[in-house]
């Protein structure tokens, strides 16, 4: 089982307030990566990162950021939420070489009032 | 850019009998990896099985097999003896060789009755 920490579970907040989401690995992976799910729907990707200092946006545009300041963790930043972020969000890791899978946490359930 | 067709949204199998799920890919590349993700509900989306495009034998990993064809560009995935755990959203993803992202397929639903 793969050792990616997602926090919180769950969250519900009101329109305009800031929110971070946690992701952190134990894996020692360089590669990580954020993705946004709708129920029942298909992964996006709106984040990525080849190692600390590294970020790139993904093929969603996102109004998220992100940061990656340790190797470990990746948080993603929404300065102001609003309804339309209510969604999943997922974190992963991965190992340098391409053919290595990714790793998911259990995800994040963001519901915006 | 790569794209990833699951053609089917739901699918439902006997338990005890076999099911296989499609996925279609569109790609110009010559290698690249292939991957099943399984992610049952509320619950962490896991890797089923990959495949690398160099190699011609079909992965299997105990009851979960796949279908690879190269020239058709097709993946499917075949479950055996399911289970009720089985049950879940499943996802084939493509990646190729140069790549660092993961291209999903729209998901099949596959639901198992008793």
């Known amino acids: 089982e793969a050792d990616i920490y997602q926090t919180p579970r769950y969250l519900v907040i009101g329109t305009g307030k800031k929110i971070t989401l946690e992701c952190s690995q134990t894996m020692g992976h360089d590669k990580m990566y954020w993705y946004q799910q709708d129920p029942g729907m298909e992964l996006h990707l709106i984040h990525y990162s080849y190692g600390v200092n590294s970020t790139e946006k993904g093929d969603l545009s996102s109004e998220s950021t992100v940061s990656r300041i340790r190797t470990e963790h990746f948080p993603l930043t929404l300065e102001s939420a609003r309804p339309s972020h209510t969604s999943q969000y997922l974190c992963?890791?991965?190992?340098?070489?391409?053919?290595?899978?990714?790793?998911f946490g259990d995800g994040t359930r963001l519901s915006i009032l | 850019a790569q794209t990833v067709t699951q053609s089917q949204p739901e699918m439902s199998v006997q338990e005890a009998e076999t099911v296989t799920l499609s996925c279609t890919y569109d790609t110009s590349e010559s290698d690249y990896y292939l991957f099943w993700y399984k992610q049952p509900p509320s619950r962490q989306m896991i890797l089923v099985i990959r495949q690398e495009a160099y190699k011609q034998q079909n992965a299997t990993e105990n009851r979960f097999s796949v279908n690879f064809q190269k020239a058709a560009k097709s993946f499917s995935l075949k479950i055996s003896d399911s289970q009720l755990g089985d049950a879940a959203m499943y996802f084939c993803a493509y990646k190729n060789n140069a790549g660092n992202m993961l291209t999903f397929g729209g998901g099949t639903r596959l639901m198992v009755k008793p």
């Open positions: 992963a890791s991965s190992e340098s070489q391409s053919r290595e899978p990714q790793h």
